[in-house]
RNA sequence: GCGGGGGUGUCGGAGUGGUCAAACGAGCAGGACUUAAGAUCCUGUAGCUUAGUGCUUGCGCAGGUUCGAAUCCUGUCCCCCGCACCA
């Protein structure tokens, strides 16, 4: 039989979206806030992978919504960004032709994928609706100090022609560009104050109950907290707090290594080494961030002497490229002895190495033949002062707190977590709500003029078209009305996607970013799914900006979202990241017009669990698609009747299985058990056995659900019906038992048959107490041939070889004539 | 270097102390139906043995704990992913 699965698709489509029947309202009922990631459209559209990641939304949705909760399902478009400003020059329309055509699509798209969003919130980052409130949050930021401009060594991606965030660099690489080295610039940038929240960021990584191990310890480890001692060095009369993680090895420093990007560095340089030293940094600059990675340690001697507060010793400051400028206070005391990246720099600059800690076992510097390095383990200090002797673990502590009572240092912790780099030099994005005025200085756009729309009428070219449009530029200072310039950086588009899960709560809002009442029943998200890649970006954004929002006092909770699931990635058939440039990208289109998009929907989630990377394939979607059309063809002859007995236990004890299944995202091992149902389903059989059959397949087939539902008379949507309740009671081990034991028999007469040939009449003898477990009828049924079961005690039975001798518990026996 | 995850049949993958290792799917082989193909259905798919219900091998490798281990512990090898000169 052949099925019209696009008509029916259609048909249930429409409906749902006439009816309205996904949106919802705040209510008494509980709710449930399901989350996908929301997509960057883009001209390309939609292929399965994309699908692969709503589809697990979506299931998971209806199955909640059949639960009793009010669901709330959103889709929007992170449509703010620099791929469709990019794509717009390319093809020579705007980007905001382009990226509404690309959201067109990708609504289209989903739309018959039969996800069932509440398309009435439908949020879109491009309209001056949303990114007001970007503005306002970013006013916000610098009415609290949080958001400022400083002019720092930032991430230079010359393919994008902008800076990037320190964590939109991967590998010394533009996360857009993988082909394409990043430079450092030394320019004046707005930054998010993160690191204000990067504690709070940290420490709460443990709340964050339902997330997987590895998103959080790609966190923990982004953020970077570690504990230390803040030492003050005496440079030219000046204090210069150094942080170190090792305060034992304080008496063997020997030199110290200054950042070559520190700001106050010049301050430092002596007359006689200032030539030797701007041509080391001239050096440096022109080299990349990721050839600098590959580089050896180098540097050049500052003329600068540090007093090391423990002994007053005189200590050489050298500059060096492999300090970090913002991380501590972007100098570093060096104690090659026991710091392997000292070592390397006094073996190359023939700096002296003193040893302050005396390994345990053995004096690694004395072996003979020995390459040397560093020694980093435990030991006792040695050249110490009076802390020789002390274990070094001791005297981490010892000397941090001989250092803080003499005021020389105090116990100190630091981050590797920077501040987000937020500004942009192009167009399609949040216009930055600042004027700088020559009398004022910066001064915020007020409130009321917010939104600072995107002028529409730009010039691409060279650099930022903003720069270019003069209405855009050129205004008067809020402050005193004199000629004033605007910012003409926009924001980064993850600013965009820091507080969506927000606005939808209340999407049309005109007066306020959202109500406070409608986010308190709405948030938190109770289920949030996305990839992994935006472990350190994304995911750490939404944080803060949560945390941020809180401390501005409209919301009364710390963590946007507690529980997070990571779907896999789908690849194309030859194991690949799906993409075009591959050839390898499967069209849900293409699928849905040769299997019906519901086949697609079970075969995603059939192969594996949808947390593990899975390969599509074209023969493995036949098995989901002989399984529809088994239910179908099934539906279309099956007569009600009463249910029996062993129907309604298999039943019930599948509807706790996939219950549960369900509730955690194990959506391969529910369908096997939808399977394991469909196998027992006989020929006639009760509308409620049928009908709860179609519930527990509509998440995965909603379509094919409905349409059999109301072939089944039933008139209301299945997709808003209860969810079955499994009775306990109607769960009848025995059954279970019964197949078993038959399936085995059936297993042994079959391989009876096998080594033997010309027989054909089957005798078995069983145990009177086992007559339960061979039922007839069953046996029957199962086995499709003429049985003839007689209990060892019939004194009437056919036991010509005297079979019945061999019978034993739990094993009949069998003969063959 | 640091951190996270994982090694199970021909393949994708279930199973995390026992009562069944390999559910379910895919592939392959044989059979039924059919003029044929497809679809569908049945059977098989580690080895040996056998009128079945038996034995052996087996969950990366090597040990250990246990009456009992794919599952727990120790060591070891390999693979994948993330971060990386963070002092």
């Not at 302050?356 to 006792?380: H, L, T």
């Amino acid at each position: 039989m052949d099925y019209d699965f696009k008509a029916i698709e259609k048909k249930w489509q429409k409906r749902w979206e006439e009816k309205k029947i996904f949106e919802v309202k705040e209510s008494k009922k509980k709710k449930f806030y399901i989350l996908e990631m929301f997509p960057y459209p883009s001209a390309s559209g939609l292929h399965m992978g994309h699908a692969f990641n709503y589809v697990v939304g979506d299931r998971y949705a209806r199955f909640k919504r059949m639960n009793g909760f009010n669901v709330l399902y959103p889709m929007g478009y992170d449509s703010l960004g620099l791929p469709a400003e990019n794509a717009a020059i390319k093809a020579g329309i705007h980007p905001r032709e382009y990226t509404e055509k690309s959201i067109e699509n990708f609504i289209r798209q989903q739309k018959e994928l039969g996800l069932s969003y509440d398309w009435s919130r439908i949020i879109k980052t491009s309209t001056p609706d949303y990114y007001k409130w970007d503005q306002w949050i970013f006013l916000k930021m610098y009415e609290k100090g949080l958001a400022y401009r400083k002019k720092a060594p930032v991430n230079w991606c010359p393919k994008c022609n902008t800076v990037l965030a320190n964590e939109q660099v991967h590998n010394g690489k533009c996360w857009r560009h993988e082909d394409t080295k990043i430079e450092t610039r030394y320019l004046e940038q707005w930054f998010f104050r993160i690191t204000d929240y990067a504690e709070e960021l940290n420490d709460k990584i443990g709340d964050l109950k339902n997330w997987t191990e590895d998103v959080k310890a790609m966190q923990k480890n982004w953020i970077g907290k570690s504990y230390g001692t803040e030492i003050y060095f005496e440079i030219n009369g000046k204090k210069w707090p150094i942080f170190t993680t090792r305060p034992d090895t304080i008496f063997g420093v020997t030199f110290m290594v200054i950042s070559a990007q520190h700001p106050e560095l010049m301050d430092l340089v002596t007359k006689k080494q200032k030539k030797e030293v701007e041509r080391f940094l001239k050096k440096i600059k022109s080299t990349s961030k990721k050839d600098m990675e590959e580089l050896e340690k180098e540097g050049v001697f500052t003329g600068a002497y540090a007093i090391n507060p423990v002994n007053k010793e005189k200590i050489p400051v050298w500059v060096g490229n492999f300090v970090i400028a913002d991380y501590g206070s972007g100098m570093v005391m060096a104690v090659p002895a026991h710091d392997q990246r000292d070592f390397e720099f006094a073996e190359k600059y023939k700096l002296p190495v003193k040893i302050v800690i005396e390994p345990i076992n053995y004096d690694i510097y004395e072996r003979k033949g020995q390459i040397p390095r560093a020694y980093s383990g435990e030991g006792n200090l040695v050249n110490s002062g009076k802390f020789s002797g002390v274990n070094n673990e001791k005297a981490k502590k010892e000397i941090t707190k001989y250092l803080s009572k003499r005021k020389l240092g105090k116990k100190a912790v630091q981050y590797k977590l920077r501040d987000w780099l937020v500004s942009r030099q192009r167009y399609w994005g949040t216009p930055i709500p600042m004027v700088y005025c020559d009398k004022c200085g910066i001064v915020p756009v007020p409130e009321k003029d917010l939104p600072v729309k995107l002028p529409e009428k730009v010039k691409f070219g060279k650099g930022n078209p903003l720069e270019t449009v003069k209405d855009f530029v050129n205004v008067k200072c809020p402050n005193c009305g004199r000629k004033a310039k605007r910012e003409t950086d926009t924001m980064d588009t993850f600013v965009n996607s820091s507080w969506y899960f927000l606005r939808y709560c209340d999407p049309k809002n005109k007066k306020k970013i959202f109500d406070k009442e409608k986010v308190k029943y709405w948030m938190p998200i109770d289920q949030y799914i996305g990839g992994k890649e935006h472990a350190c970006m994304h995911l750490i954004y939404f944080r803060f900006y949560t945390k941020f929002l809180r401390d501005l006092g409209l919301l009364d909770f710390d963590e946007p979202a507690l529980n997070l699931f990571n779907q896999g990635m789908l690849h194309g058939e030859d194991g690949y990241v799906m993409s075009k440039s591959r050839g390898n990208v499967v069209l849900p289109e293409e699928v849905s017009a040769k299997y019906g998009i519901d086949t697609a929907r079970l075969f995603l989630v059939s192969m594996a669990s949808p947390d593990k990377d899975i390969d599509w394939s074209d023969k493995g979607i036949q098995g989901s698609l002989r399984f529809i059309k088994k239910i179908i063809d099934y539906f279309s002859r099956v007569k009600i009747d009463k249910a029996d007995v062993r129907t309604e236990s298999k039943l019930n004890k599948v509807i706790l299985e996939i219950t549960e299944y369900l509730n955690n995202f194990k959506y391969n091992l529910a369908v096997i058990k939808l399977r394991e149902l469909f196998e027992v389903l006989p020929e006639k059989t009760s509308k409620e056995v049928l009908g709860d059959f179609l519930k527990l397949l509509s998440p995965f087939c909603p379509h094919i659900a409905e349409e059999l539902w109301e072939k089944l008379g039933c008139k209301n949507f299945l997709s808003l019906e209860k969810w079955p309740k499994a009775d306990k009671k109607k769960i009848k081990k025995i059954f279970e038992k019964q197949e078993q034991a038959i399936d085995k028999l059936i297993s042994d007469i079959n391989h009876i048959f096998k080594l033997v040939s010309g027989k054909n009449k089957i005798y078995v003898y069983i145990l009177p107490n086992e007559k339960e477990l061979y039922d007839i009828g069953l046996l029957n049924k199962k086995f499709g041939k003429q049985i003839n079961i007689f209990t060892v005690n019939d004194k009437s039975k056919y036991d010509p070889s005297n079979m019945s001798k061999k019978v034993k518990p739990g094993r009949p026996a069998i003969y063959l004539e």
